[in-house]
């Protein structure tokens, strides 16, 4: 018979994950239907129902290198179903958040945006640094009377923020992930497998996003998901197409005003699709708020970040062709500020999930678990 | 004291009701039960045997009819309902709706306006698994031995086929409903409890899987006095049971169906089990749960189950039920938590163990009364002088609802004395 | 009373058609000696019309009527004639319905129906009730708990003196240690403040009320109405009459000392009961050394669902470490609190209860097996567990350990002692004399007087709970007039145990009441009639003492067997157990059943067959296979009797010596889950009926041709079934060589 393996409980993870938007942890009584209603769950290790003792019992070194967490895709029909109201969704979204934080460094960082009464703090970093920078070059408060973006933040300036900026994002995010690689396979106790076709696998998975499609009460989450993420795709495109032809062509910005050019209608096609898919999400928690809940806080915050990055972006448009200085180059103030939240944050907020979703999808084929 | 003040109302005649009213007279007063069926002795005239001793209903049944029939202080209707109280303890003015039998005391019990009826309709006391005509009677230990005519289905004068084949003219087509006034002292309201509709059971298949079947259904199917006399037989084809499962929390301690526990289905199933294993000495029974609730001295009978080898126990509660379309057998998929591991299993028949839920949840009582979100009544809510008995305030079993209706007996008894 | 009898014959629901009316007229006239044309035929007899006829005889004085027509089991507000002998006889079940129409066999079993009962009725007569005198209607409550406390208010609120003795100096009992209560009222989610002390000082206050504390029992004498009860108090011993008792001694935690797998007799390792009164005091600390716990384990079931101690579950332990879990929570809000369990039991609306409790950060639960808990260090302990929600075996450390011990009724530890006596009394004088000599006496509750021993009987395999295993009449006790309430009864809440007094309560005031007038308790609640033995003829062979269900039967000093009728509830099992035949009601004897059975006649070429069937179960079911027109032997007489322990053996003799071929019993199941009414009855049957070989041997008979058959009410389609065969095993057998003579 196996050993015992001595287990200890630690209350502050519990809280922390009560207090991350895990606040009905404490609900379930360990009846399963959530693992059984899951379509996503491997049968063979199923989840969520035993990631929500473990989190029950603040068993904290159960999630280091657990892929299983990674494998829900929050289609909540669990949550749906839940007898007890003990929304096993909503807590694995908690304990993913705890993860989170466990591999993103620094974790002051990973603190302040995963604390909910840190939020004003989240934004003013940003926009402080931001006016700072725009302050001393001098670009601030433009003169020109021709509305054009580029007099308020040059190019350059733009460029000398957020290459860095979305740099040191995807570094913080790989180092996370690298390191969640290694507890994953220390856990499993796997030591090789086949890297490169696993990988090629899991991009398949998640271009395809054939997981979404068996999601069953919010089974729209597949559009808004695939929206929100090709209309990213989409958008990283246009703003790399933009790079090359004016930074490395050094030819005209294919964004200028009142031109139609092929790149910038690709990134408005993105716009629109991210706007719709972002509308879509929304809406979606509000219709199925009642099944399923409406979200947590470090949910919202993602959600937000798009959303204003959208609105904010479409607005300044529309105010620079109304001819609205003043409110025009507020609201692309705004608009870069989220921009560039979503770049520096990206390791710490929601959106860190395509890191460690995609290793975790990586791994179960890379260990071989996925066949059984 | 006066007789009417001496006289307590007991509304209900299931065993609950029958109970108090029994156990208020033999104590020196006088009872009035009112009952809203044509029938005394409720739910429990549905089920084939009693957990833990595996004895029939009827026993119990038949000594409180015959303390019925012996005593002077107890008098019934059947098919009354109550729709106006007023007064207070003491004092009670009571309006009851007596509801037409069409069928009068000269009736001998023969059969044979059951005979003659050309209408055919869903047996409501075998809960729709096979038919009755619209002049029945529920059971051949029915109590009154007196035939009714279903008001709903019963085609009346254009049809008086009955009437012609009633040697004893016993058939009056013409009842009307009428008002009853009644003064009395206390007042006990025992109007028990229904199934949970289980076609709210989307996961479980409740309703639309023909061999899906609820507990008081297995109830009825191994009931010698049921739709198969006794033999279990599955819905769709009339098939021998051999593998059966059982779903436990079957609406119960559910806050999107019921959030209590509805205390009777671990005791009910376990005692279902006994029912297939002794009819089929081959057949298997899985029992699928979230925890085994058999409370005090029922372990043992919990145990005596657990050592049957055919039946399993299986911690992990099933959340879906699927049909094989070709074989009408029934998929289940549960984890079983213990072993950490999600099955799907297949299955002849499928049980659920639905829950109870209160009378009062769908017809309340018309008085101020204060009732739980689930629509119990809240004790503390009734008049003085009124008391609620048994699964009106708490899901309750058998044994329980005896109790509580003994001593729900001696409350009415101080609240008249009281107010002499 | 001069009978002048009326015999009245109903030829509606298929008895016209199926008997010949005028030759059943014939004989019933021979037998009845009233003629042929006075009596009375009916087509509807039960109708107005018909009824009429019969209330114009009684006005003409007609006082013992024999009505043959359906079951008695219906139309009985029809047929109730008070104050006239009434004696229904089954034409239509047991014949009509369920025979040949129109044959010899239907004819002469139609005559010999109609026959017994009209010797039925020539030999009974109207019972009058036996009325003793200087009756106390004062309860005695034993015990100063939740339930006794409940059952004095109930009983003192409806208008009866009540006395309540406590063992204790105070009263309370368990309930008065605890700190916080489990829910009792809406919503059922929050813990209660006890409401115990507000009990107490009702109770006390309530001129109704004796409150005799520091007391015991030391005797009980009597009979239910008459109870003389010895109580010593403070060294000094009064005697004072009740009518009846409702005993309420509790419940006492399972000893813990036997616990040791569990870490009981470690430091840190305490049970529930230490728990409450820890909490009462102030903070949650570790024995040890006095620190506050932080980390608090709790074991359900310690002892209960366990076959090494306690069978059962003790049903409230899983409602207290929940509530438990809470103070330590409540009390410091860093510390954790375990339960490791093996079902949550929380039935009913007390799931609402564990909802609530459970959803607190620091309130951690698994399923689990508990396998040892070990020492840790600092005297900190780890609890080993497996079979466990976490998916694997655990080992996980706690500072204080508390054990949800179950519990143990206060009747267990004199009804271990009895049945040790009464084993060591099978193996004859010396063994019994060696146990009491080595057995600590422990102290006895009721202490009766009575012949068939000092406390209440409690049924095997019922760990000392004084039950009698009724579902449907749960305070019927082998007892009459003592009614066990709360947890010497069955684990339950004090909630619950509250409620229990309530209806224990009202059976001691029924009982107070129905002696008051003479009749009956349960479940023959409404008889006036009761057993009157011919002293004269007794021989003391004191089987009437020993077989009585209900010990109403005492011996004097001379060791004759003497009736306390306020005991007896009417079953006749001394009535079928007298070899002299002495014992008679009434309306049932030994003599009009045997005279009943004598008036049978039985022609050479023809089989006839007895079948003395329960009233209770057996008739109904009779008649329930009627209803559904089965078939019965038409070579079966039925006869009912009030329980199957009421058979003689004195029957048999009168059944084969008049040609009779075969005699059989149908009853209710007897053993653990016995179905009879009076316990004991067809199983005392049995017993008897067993050594019936003898009586046979004696008249060279097959002791095949008499057997007992257990039914129950809902095995009504067997019954055809039944009796046919064993007319035909009697019929293999051959006639009965005394036909004839």
């Not at chain 1, 466990?102 to 989240?122: D, I």
């Not at chain 2, 595996?54 to 012996?70: D, M």
């Not at chain 2, 009062?360 to 009544?377: A, L």
């Amino acid at each position: 018979m196996a050993e015992a393996t001595v287990i200890k409980p630690d209350l502050d993870f519990v809280k922390g994950v009560i207090e991350g938007g895990g606040d009905s942890l404490k609900k379930c009584y360990q009846c399963a239907t959530c693992t059984v209603v899951c379509n996503v769950t491997p049968e063979d290790h199923p989840f969520p129902r035993k990631e929500m003792v473990w989190a029950q019992w603040g068993l904290k070194e159960k999630f280091a290198g657990n892929p299983d967490v990674w494998l829900c895709h929050q289609c909540n029909d669990c949550t749906a179903h839940c007898p007890r109201g003990a929304k096993p969704g909503e807590v694995l979204g908690a304990i993913r958040k705890q993860t989170i934080k466990q591999y993103s460094s620094p974790s002051f960082l990973a603190n302040l945006v995963s604390s909910k009464g840190l939020v004003w703090l989240v934004f003013l970093i940003p926009a402080l640094l931001l006016g700072a920078i725009l302050s001393v070059d001098g670009t601030f408060i433009p003169n020109e009377e021709e509305i054009k973006f580029s007099y308020f933040a040059p190019t350059l300036t733009i460029q000398a923020v957020f290459v860095p900026a979305l740099t040191f994002g995807l570094l913080v995010g790989v180092l996370g992930l690298m390191k969640f690689w290694a507890d994953m396979k220390k856990a499993a106790g796997v030591t090789s497998g086949d890297l490169g076709g696993s990988i090629s696998a899991t991009a398949k998975e998640i271009l395809s996003h054939v997981k979404f499609k068996s999601c069953g009460v919010s089974a729209d989450r597949f559009t808004s998901h695939f929206l929100v993420f090709y209309s990213f795709v989409m958008l990283g495109i246009a703003t790399a197409l933009g790079v090359l032809y004016i930074d490395i062509m050094h030819m005209e910005s294919p964004f200028r005003f009142g031109y139609g050019t092929p790149v910038k209608i690709f990134g408005l096609i993105g716009a629109i699709g991210l706007l719709a898919g972002v509308f879509l999400m929304i809406s979606n928690r509000f219709k199925n708020a009642e099944k399923v809940g409406i979200g947590s806080y470090f949910d919202w915050l993602l959600i937000t970040i798009v959303g204003v990055i959208m609105a904010s972006g479409i607005l300044s448009w529309v105010m620079r062709v109304a001819g609205i200085a003043g409110v025009a180059y507020t609201v692309y103030f705004i608009h870069l500020v989220f921009v560039l939240s979503l770049f520096l944050y990206l390791p710490y907020s929601k959106l860190a999930h395509m890191f460690y979703r995609s290793a975790a999808i990586c791994f179960l084929k890379y260990s071989g678990r996925e066949k059984k | 004291m006066s007789e009417q003040q001496k006289t307590v109302l007991v509304v209900g005649g299931g065993f609950s009701g029958l109970t108090a009213a029994v156990e208020t007279a033999e104590a020196g007063f006088n009872v009035v039960i009112i009952e809203k069926t044509p029938f005394l002795g409720g739910r429990v005239t549905q089920l084939n045997k009693y957990f833990p001793k595996l004895c029939p209903p009827n026993c119990g049944l038949e000594i409180n009819f015959k303390r019925i029939k012996n005593s002077g202080d107890i008098s019934f209707y059947t098919l009354a309902e109550v729709e106006k109280i007023s007064g207070q303890e003491g004092n009670y003015d009571v309006t009851i709706k007596q509801n037409p039998r069409f069928v009068n005391d000269k009736c001998v019990g023969c059969n044979a306006c059951n005979e003659a009826c050309p209408v055919e309709m869903p047996n409501e006391f075998n809960f729709g698994l096979d038919k009755t005509k619209a002049a029945y009677i529920t059971h051949n230990q029915a109590f009154p031995f007196k035939y009714v005519l279903d008001s709903k289905n019963c085609k009346g004068k254009s049809c008086a086929k009955c009437v012609e084949a009633c040697k004893y003219d016993a058939i009056n087509l013409d009842m009307k409903p009428e008002a009853v006034n009644l003064k009395v002292g206390a007042i006990v309201f025992a109007t028990g409890w229904d199934l949970y509709d289980v076609t709210k059971l989307d996961l479980l298949g409740g309703g639309k899987i023909k061999n899906v079947i609820t507990n008081m259904q297995m109830e009825r199917l191994a009931s010698p006095n049921g739709p198969t006399s006794g033999k279990i037989l599955r819905p769709s084809d009339n098939k021998e049971v051999n593998n059966i499962a059982f779903v436990q929390c079957a609406g119960s301690r559910d806050e999107n169906h019921l959030p209590y526990c509805s205390y009777i289905c671990c005791m009910a199933s376990l005692k279902q089990a006994t029912y297939l294993r002794e009819q089929y000495p081959d057949s298997k029974v899985q029992i699928f749960y979230i925890d085994i609730r058999t409370p005090g001295r029922y372990e043992q009978f919990y145990w005596k189950v657990k050592e049957d080898p055919n039946v399993t126990l299986t911690k992990g509660k099933v959340a879906k039920v699927e049909e094989d379309p070709a074989t009408g057998d029934v998929l289940l998929t549960v984890e079983d938590v213990l072993l950490g591991k999600k099955i799907t299993a297949k299955f002849d028949m499928v049980v659920l163990a639905a829950g109870m839920v209160p009378s009062t949840r769908t017809s309340k009582i018309p008085t101020d009364i204060s009732y739980t979100n689930d629509g119990f009544v809240v004790p503390a809510s009734l008049k003085k002088g009124m008391f609620a008995v048994g699964t009106l305030k708490s899901p309750v079993d058998v044994s329980r609802s005896v109790q509580d209706a003994t001593g729900v007996a001696i409350k009415s008894i101080q609240s008249v004395r009281r107010s002499i | 009373m001069e009978k002048k009898f009326g015999v009245y014959i109903c030829t509606g629901c298929g008895i016209g058609e199926t008997v010949n009316i005028e030759k059943l007229k014939k004989k019933s006239a021979r037998v009845s000696k009233i003629e042929a044309d006075n009596i009375r035929v009916h087509q509807i007899l039960c109708s107005p019309e018909g009824l009429e006829v019969i209330k114009n005889d009684i006005k003409e004085g007609v006082n013992t009527i024999i009505i043959g027509a359906c079951s008695p089991r219906v139309k009985f507000e029809e047929f109730d004639f008070p104050g006239a002998i009434v004696e229904r006889v089954n034409l239509r079940e047991f014949v009509a319905w369920t025979q040949e129409p129109m044959t010899d066999d239907t004819q002469s079993l139609a005559d010999d129906y109609m026959m017994m009962g009209i010797i039925k009725t020539q030999k009974g007569s109207l019972p009058e009730p036996n009325i003793l005198q200087d009756l106390s209607n004062t309860i005695l409550v034993i015990g100063g708990g939740m339930a006794g406390l409940s059952a004095s208010l109930e009983a003192a609120k409806a208008g009866y003196q009540v006395v309540l003795v406590e063992k204790e100096a105070e009263l309370g009992g368990m309930a008065a240690k605890l700190y916080k209560e489990t829910p009792r009222q809406y919503p059922y989610d929050q813990l209660e403040e006890p409401r115990i002390f507000n009990i107490i000082k009702e109770v006390e206050s309530n001129p109704n009320i004796k409150v005799l504390k520091s007391s015991m029992i030391e005797k009980t004498d009597g009979q239910p109405g008459l109870l003389d009860v010895t109580i010593r108090n403070n060294g000094n011993s009064e005697t004072m009459r009740v009518g009846a008792v409702i005993m309420a001694a509790g419940w006492k935690p399972y000893d813990a000392s036997k616990l040791g797998h569990l870490g009981y007799g470690k430091p840190n390792v305490i049970t529930s009961v230490q728990m409450e009164e820890m909490a009462k005091k102030g903070k949650i600390t570790r024995p040890s050394d006095g620190k506050e716990a932080k980390k608090v384990a709790f074991i359900q079931c310690a002892g209960s669902r366990d076959s090494n101690h306690l069978p059962y579950c003790s049903s409230f332990c899983c409602g207290t470490s929940l509530k438990q879990a809470k103070y330590v929570r409540e009390k410091n809000e860093d510390a954790i609190a375990m339960i490791f369990y093996k079902d949550i039991r929380t039935p009913g609306q007390t799931e609402l209860f564990y909802k609530n409790m459970q959803n607190d950060a620091g309130v951690l639960l698994t399923k689990a097996e508990v396998t040892g808990v070990n020492d840790a260090g600092n005297d900190n302990l780890y609890i080993e567990a497996e079979n466990t929600l976490l998916g694997e075996k655990i080992k996980v450390e706690a500072d204080l350990v508390v054990l949800a011990t179950g519990i143990v009724p206060a009747t267990r530890a004199s009804q271990e002692y009895l049945d040790g006596l009464t084993e060591a009394q099978k193996k004859g004088d010396d063994a019994k004399k060696a146990y009491i000599e080595s057995t600590p006496k422990p102290e006895f509750i009721l202490n009766l007087t009575y012949r068939q021993g000092p406390e209440l009987p409690s049924l095997e395999g019922a760990y000392g709970f004084a039950d009698s295993n009724f579902i449907c009449f749960q305070y019927e006790t082998r007892r009459t007039g003592i009614y066990a309430a709360g947890c010497v009864r069955q684990p339950m809440t004090m909630s619950d145990a509250a409620e229990d007094a309530a209806g224990a309560a009202l059976k001691a005031i029924q009982c107070v009441e129905h002696v008051a007038k003479g009749i009956a308790v349960h479940p023959r609640a409404w008889d006036a009639t009761f057993p009157d033995p011919l002293m004269i003829k007794c021989t003391s062979c004191k089987r009437c003492t020993e077989e009585c269900p209900f010990g109403a039967i005492d011996e004097d000093e001379k060791g004759t067997p003497f009736y306390r009728i306020n005991r007896c509830r009417r079953c006749g099992t001394c009535m079928g157990a007298c070899p002299e035949r002495i014992v008679s009601f009434k309306d049932f004897s030994v003599d009009i059943v045997g005279s009943m059975i004598k008036s049978i006649e039985s022609e050479e070429d023809e089989f006839r067959i007895i079948v003395l069937a329960c009233e209770n179960d057996a008739y109904p079911a009779i008649d329930s296979a009627a209803i559904k027109r089965q078939r019965l032997n038409p070579k079966a007489r039925i006869i009912p009797v009030r329980c199957l322990g009421s058979t003689n053996l004195v029957w048999v003799t009168d059944a084969f010596s008049k040609g009779i071929d075969g005699l059989m019993l149908l009853g209710c199941k007897y053993g653990e889950n016995y179905q009879c009414h009076f316990v004991k009855g067809s199983e005392l049957a049995n017993y008897r009926f067993s050594k019936v070989k003898e009586t046979l041997d004696k008249l060279q008979l097959e002791s095949e041709r008499c057997q007992l058959v257990q039914v129950a009410i809902s095995e009504y389609d067997q019954i055809p079934k039944m009796i046919n065969d064993f007319v035909e095993r009697v019929e293999e057998i051959g006639p009965n060589p005394f036909k004839g003579m």
